[in-house]
């Protein structure tokens, strides 16, 4: 199988500020481990483009959009909140991680790529309609589904996101959206707040949000029960024609931002149930994108065992 793989220096232009976990050698540390194992040279590398506007105001007010901007032209310290740290090439930088997502996406829907990675930042999953936040600017994964939707005709997306953080962006995206079925695993209670198992979504779209919120100190146990037991059954019955994943690494017990205890090899372990589902109901088609993920040195080495597992090194089991 082929697996399209989306990295630029550009994203390592946004600077977040001095001290700020969502650093730039996040990337570096990244792209210098992967760049040196001996399969990496078999992903098909995808060029990086600049999102179109019209894609990311199927998520976000154009109001909000300008602020952004504008907020980056005059070279603010932050958007909105402290911890969301800007320069003046981070809104740049965020429309060319939005457009990296879609950029995968023409090639898996193509039959170029069965699925796809993206190695990109700022991560998304925070940013709300109108506000951003948790070190997010744009939704890239709301944007993506929207576009895999409206330019690609793909009817029922399912938005697996395990970063250790709850995705409050993206729910309330879709929370009314009975064709986006978000599924989140996090630490809980945590910041920022949301993802309580009683969240399922709202009015058409009841049901078709699934929190599993994890106590600090999950384990690799914990969570392969909440995927056996919850997650594999409403995402079988849903039956997805794409998947994305809010790759977040951040659930890893050495992460310094959360207390989740997930081993390196469990992030493998959940890319092969994806994969199991994207062959079953979609085809393959299965984009991935960075979210979190905070030591340095324990990144690298997650990425390359979701990427071992999609690009099939690494036999599912």
């Not at 760049?35 to 098909?44: N, S």
């Not at 690609?152 to 064709?179: C, R």
């Not at 905070?294 to 990425?303: H, S």
Request: with cysteine.
């Amino acid at each position: 199988m082929t697996t399209a793989f989306l990295y630029d220096d550009r994203f390592l232009d946004h600077d977040a500020g001095a001290g700020h976990p969502e650093r730039k050698e996040r990337l570096e540390f990244a792209i210098r481990h992967l760049r040196a194992q001996p399969w990496f040279g078999d992903l098909l590398s995808v060029e990086a483009k600049i999102c179109e506007r019209r894609w990311i105001e199927e998520v976000h007010d154009g109001n909000y959009i300008d602020r952004a901007s504008e907020a980056c032209r005059k070279g603010l310290p932050f958007l909105d909140v402290a911890d969301v740290g800007i320069c003046e090439a981070s809104c740049d930088v965020a429309y060319l991680a939005a457009g990296g997502a879609l950029a995968l996406a023409d090639k898996v829907v193509a039959g170029e790529a069965q699925n796809g990675f993206s190695l990109s930042r700022p991560p998304g999953h925070h940013a709300e309609r109108n506000l951003a936040l948790g070190f997010c600017l744009f939704n890239n994964v709301a944007v993506l589904a929207r576009y895999l939707q409206k330019h690609h005709g793909l009817d029922k997306i399912l938005v697996l996101d395990w970063d250790v953080h709850h995705g409050n962006g993206t729910q309330h995206t879709f929370e009314q959206d009975p064709s986006v079925f978000y599924v989140s695993t996090h630490q809980y209670p945590f910041y920022p707040g949301t993802g309580a198992a009683s969240e399922t979504g709202s009015g058409r779209g009841e049901g078709a949000t699934l929190n599993c919120p994890m106590p600090a100190g999950a384990d690799d146990i914990l969570y392969e029960r909440a995927f056996r037991e919850k997650i594999l059954p409403k995402i079988d019955a849903f039956m997805p024609d794409a998947l994305i994943i809010s790759a977040g690494f951040d659930a890893h017990a050495d992460d310094p931002l959360a207390q989740i205890n997930l081993s390196t090899e469990f992030f493998g372990w959940m890319s092969e149930r994806m994969m199991e589902v994207a062959d079953r109901y979609a085809g393959g088609r299965l984009i991935s994108m960075l979210e979190g993920g905070y030591n340095i040195k324990r990144l690298p080495l997650c990425i390359e065992e979701h990427l071992k597992v999609l690009s099939g090194i690494k036999e599912t089991a």
